[in-house]
Nanobody, 125 residues
């Protein structure tokens, strides 16, 4: 049974940092694209960043390029989202999601079939 569990969200001041974690179970994470998405109140869900099975990073949101990074720990079957220089507009519920087709790349940002429950990130002074 495929399962994704996010953690690490919270309240942070503008300019601060947070690291989100997504623990995967029921499949081998390194063989699959794993991405982070977010949904702010009143807005549609948007793609943020994705880790390709090949190991490269795909940015979906230009606004986070240079501030957010994604990494993967194969031994822990876990992916991380490091968020630096946070801004109030980064406030959202953050979700990790995976494409279940083996070796499918992050682009296009479609076919993400398994999702975590989300973790709230609030950037405010």
């Amino acid at each position: 049974q495929v399962q994704l569990v996010e953690s690490g969200g919270g309240l942070v001041q503008p300019g601060g940092s947070l690291r989100l974690s997504c623990v995967a179970s029921g499949f081998t994470l390194r063989n699959h694209a794993i991405g982070w998405f977010r949904q702010a109140p009143g807005k549609e869900r948007e793609g943020v960043i994705c880790f390709n099975p090949s190991g490269g990073t795909t940015y979906y949101a230009d606004s986070v390029n240079g501030r957010f990074t994604i990494s993967r720990d194969n031994g822990k079957n876990t992916v991380y989202l490091q968020m630096n220089s946070l801004k109030p507009e980064d406030t959202a519920v953050y979700y990790c999601a995976t494409k279940l087709s083996v070796w499918e790349a992050c682009r296009p940002p479609l076919s993400f079939t398994s999702w975590g429950q989300g973790t709230q990130v609030t950037v405010s002074s």
